[in-house]
């Protein structure tokens, strides 16, 4: 049977924007009644809980970005969030490795660039130096992160939705049911439908990730982008070799693809994955190599931003292709920093799927996207850094929801 239950502001995505999203607007106005839809039975169960787990340090990010801006606040309110409630994570630092000279300026680049976005502790080292903090990387040079870490993210998202109905027990968290459309009742209220159910609700916010285009065609937005997914494949180190790594390895990366390219992160669990790599998959919510969607593939393939974005980089696509299908290559790629890995120091790991909004042109649309179309708010882009920016944008979606949902 339907609710008639009203509530104020309903949230489709139950991942870790999502759910920081509830809770900051909870906690500034309690007596709101908010409800957030999970389509999948646990919430995190997509980018979220399956990202490196890295509290990032906003080193990369341009200056004056919504990323860079979120994601140094949003770094110091996690860890906080963290050591209020307990949720496992660890400031261990990290180090940033140039293993040939033609990497330096770019290294110098990224250095002035954490200068400018206030990544507090961050110096330039020497080889010396790289070797005492992780001493089987080989570089010539480096950066030394202290305020990067490892969380928890999954236990951050559900603690985040458990403080929501602790703040406003008449607010709800529903799992396992998918939001499927949207009509407006009257001039105060929508009606929102699900697999399972119907609820009406006076505003919507919606945070669907890889989704995320498609909800927002549905809610009438004019999107000339599209959301392509890039599966990220990882391996962890055996036994034998997890003591090669201390905590956090990246490489310097290449300036023209917008990702951070293959690194080495200690996880809370103690694990030490390598990874990922960046495949365009043909299933946007496809964690399998060979996993295909004739939708999400006839959304891809038939998108001109797709093929421009692959002509531009016809030899980067070919090289994650192969290296996703070559354990070999994959440990080629590990080697460059840590050369005394071999295959028996990896095994196949898990994977995940990261949402990135692509313009016609081609053009990944790399800062946060957040628009505002009638009586709702649509996260369009929210790429790494979003979950360790979690908590600022929540915050940010709150101001945005205070002035154009009148709140009060």
């Given at each position: 049977?339907?609710?008639?239950e009203t509530y104020d502001i309903t949230i489709v995505g139950g991942g870790i924007v999502g759910a920081a999203t509830a809770y900051k ?116 040079a480096g950066i030394w992160v202290p305020c990067t870490g490892i969380i928890d993210f999954r236990a951050a998202t559900e603690k985040m ?129 060979t996993d295909f969607s004739l939708k999400d593939t006839w959304d891809a393939l038939t998108y001109s931003g797709t093929w421009r974005l ?99």
């Open positions: 049977m339907p609710t008639q607007i909870q906690l500034k106005y309690p007596s709101l009644k908010i409800l957030l839809i999970e389509k999948e039975p646990r919430l995190a169960d997509h980018q979220t809980g399956n990202n490196s787990g890295v509290i990032h340090s906003g080193l990369y990010y341009k200056p004056g970005s919504a990323k860079a801006k979120t994601c140094v606040d949003g770094r110091k309110q996690l860890v906080a969030f963290a050591q209020k409630y307990n949720i496992k994570h660890d400031v261990c630092g990290k180090v940033v490795v140039a293993v040939d000279e033609s990497e330096l300026d770019y290294m110098d680049k990224i250095f002035e660039n954490g200068l400018a976005n206030n990544t507090e502790g961050i110096e330039k080292i020497n080889a010396k130096r790289l070797k005492e903090i992780e001493p089987h990387v080989e570089g010539i939705a458990e403080l929501v109905t602790e703040i406003q027990p008449k607010s709800k968290i529903v799992l396992g049911e998918e939001v499927l459309s949207y009509d407006k009742n009257d001039a105060t209220t929508t009606k929102v439908n699900t697999s399972k159910n119907s609820y009406i609700t006076k505003y919507m916010i919606f945070c669907g990730g890889l989704q995320a285009d498609r909800l927002a065609k549905k809610d009438g937005v004019d999107l000339k982008e599209k959301v392509v997914g890039f599966r990220g494949d990882y391996y962890e180190l055996t036994e034998q070799a997890k003591h090669k790594v201390k905590n956090l390895i990246y490489p310097i990366p290449n300036p023209k693809f917008p990702f951070l390219g293959v690194h080495f992160t200690r996880m809370v669990n103690g694990e030490i994955e390598c990874g990922p790599n960046a495949v365009m998959t043909f299933k946007r919510e496809g964690y399998g190599k692959l002509f531009k980089n016809p030899m980067f696509a070919l090289d994650e292709y192969r290296r996703a299908f070559s354990k070999k290559l994959f440990l080629k790629t590990l080697q460059r920093m840590i050369p005394s890995l071999t295959m028996d120091d990896i095994k196949p790991g898990r994977a995940g799927v990261r949402a990135m909004l692509l313009s016609q042109d081609g053009d990944t649309r790399d800062d946060f996207r957040i628009e505002y179309k009638n009586k709702s708010i649509h996260v369009l882009n929210a790429p790494s850094p979003a979950a360790t920016a979690c908590l600022s944008i929540g915050d940010e979606i709150c101001n945005m929801a205070t002035t154009h949902f009148k709140l009060s």
